[in-house]
């Protein structure tokens, strides 16, 4: 009998019912309302899902994450994370992005430039806000990376700055506002335009020869790289992506960074960034801080991005509709299609999502442009 009992006891030692604190519950509903957002409400659930799971997987088995000891070996997740870490996995997903994405409209509209350049005006707000709130430069500069809404380059940048405690809530906050765009954005824009503004029809795009398509990503890596040499992880994979995509003679390579390793990239990343998100390590004040910066910065980069499309729609004499200024974040292609559905609200047969992946494509580059600004202010190689 004492056999049995200790055999039973054992076994209820070993579930994850009595290791759990109360700061792990939360985290773990938290997951199932993510997991709800991505099934049920289809916000970018090639993201929200992989995130979603591994912050409930370090819930219920926090060792999932344990760090390798001279007697044991690390948790799975834990090797995920540090090609995290390694700014492994941001620059591949770059490189998808770039095998992806149609560069044609930025090319047959380089003012776009100009837009996706305003967007990154909430980068510099939540920068100093991080200031202002206590956090060091390093980890301001990390932080406020989330305006972009870009995911990869907020994990890049707070790797090379060195701010991995920081990782985890600046990596789910960016990722989770780049999930929320179709929530955020819309009454940002709608605020910020009139309807006459809103119904505005631009002219259709030039045709990109190409020939232009070929010589644009090996330009631009020539031109950002000497002039920011820190950038070439992310900028240079965005653009060899796009040149597979461009150049037709590599297809096999265009198909393999756009969809199978492109998939398993975000399966790795997703996961170990949920996995980041143990209660010990996620619920504080200054995750809090990370979250409120990030949403403030997110809005302003969008309201940035539609004040400067109203100063274009002046300046061109009324051909600019502002609602593509709101593309200008980095959260391709979802920015744009925001951009699509809002003008289509008041005006049905109204098109404008090729002229949002203009300022769209360019937030992308903008943004990677602003992290390598930093890494340059920190004297990071």
Request: net charge neutral; hydrophobic share 55%; glycine share 10%.
């Amino acid at each position: 009998m004492d056999y049995i009992a200790n055999t039973l006891s054992n076994l209820v030692h070993q579930t994850a019912f009595l290791s759990l604190t109360w700061g792990n519950y939360l985290m773990i509903i938290v997951a199932f309302v993510f997991l709800y957002l991505a099934i049920a409400k289809d916000f970018e659930p090639l993201l929200l899902v992989p995130i979603a799971f591994g912050m409930l997987l370090v819930n219920i088995y926090p060792d999932i994450m344990a760090k390798p000891t001279a007697d044991s070996a690390g948790g799975l997740l834990y090797y995920f994370f540090t090609l995290d870490e390694w700014a492994i996995l941001p620059s591949l997903i770059f490189m998808g992005v770039g095998a992806m994405t149609d560069f044609g409209p930025l090319i047959a509209n380089p003012m776009s430039f100009l837009l996706g350049a305003a967007a990154q005006f909430g980068i510099f707000s939540a920068y100093f806000g991080a200031i202002a709130l206590g956090f060091n430069g390093k980890a301001a500069a990390a932080i406020s990376i989330i305006g972009g809404a870009d995911g990869p380059t907020s994990i890049f940048l707070c790797s090379k700055l060195g701010q991995t405690e920081l990782l985890g809530p600046i990596a789910v906050a960016a990722y989770s506002y780049m999930s929320l765009v179709p929530i955020i954005q819309p009454p940002i824009m709608r605020a910020l335009t009139t309807d006459k503004e809103r119904k505005i029809r631009m002219s259709q795009l030039r045709p990109v020869s190409k020939l232009e398509r070929i010589l644009f990503p090996i330009v631009v890596t020539v031109v950002v790289c000497m002039i920011l040499p820190t950038t070439a992880p992310l900028c240079g994979m965005l653009m060899l992506g796009n040149l597979f995509r461009e150049c037709g003679v590599v297809r096999q390579l265009t198909d393999t960074a756009s969809n199978a390793l492109m998939y398993i990239v975000v399966i790795l990343l997703g996961t170990s960034v949920g996995a980041t998100t143990s209660a010990e390590a996620f619920l504080n004040v200054t995750t809090l801080k990370i979250v409120a910066l990030g949403l403030i910065a997110f809005s302003f980069g969008t309201a940035a991005g539609c004040i400067f499309g109203k100063i274009m729609c002046v300046v061109t004499g009324g051909k600019v509709n502002p609602l593509i200024g709101s593309a200008g974040v980095s959260a391709v292609p979802m920015a744009a299609r925001v951009s699509q559905k809002v003008g289509a609200e008041y005006d049905p047969s109204n098109f404008l999502l090729m002229h949002a992946m203009g300022p769209n494509v360019a937030g992308v580059i903008g943004t990677a442009v602003v992290a390598g600004v930093f890494m340059a202010v920190f004297g990071i190689v």
